[in-house]
């Protein structure tokens, strides 16, 4: 039996280095974007000097392309522990 990745509950906590992640939001946007790009991982967490907002460098493993996002758009799919 396959355990479809949308089903997972998310797991609550900030973002770390090397957590596995896809985005979420509305509509068919987040499925569209797995297909193109897949899961991601967190390569870097850049924090503005002054707001102290955190963003979140992901690199998606299957488009191998990094994008920011912030804590907010993302899912974690799988701890670093």
Do not use: Q
Not at 1 to 30: F, N, S, V
Not at 35 to 44: D, E, F, P, Q
């Amino acid at each position: 039996m396959a355990t479809l990745i949308h089903r997972r509950p998310p797991i609550d906590r900030d973002p770390e280095i090397g957590d596995l992640c896809r985005i979420g939001g509305p509509g068919a946007m987040p499925t569209n974007f797995i297909r193109k790009h897949g899961v991601g991982m967190i390569i870097n967490k850049h924090v503005h000097p002054t707001s102290r907002v955190p963003s979140y460098e992901v690199k998606w493993l299957k488009s191998e392309e990094r994008m920011r996002f912030f804590k907010e758009d993302l899912i974690i799919v799988s701890n670093v522990d």
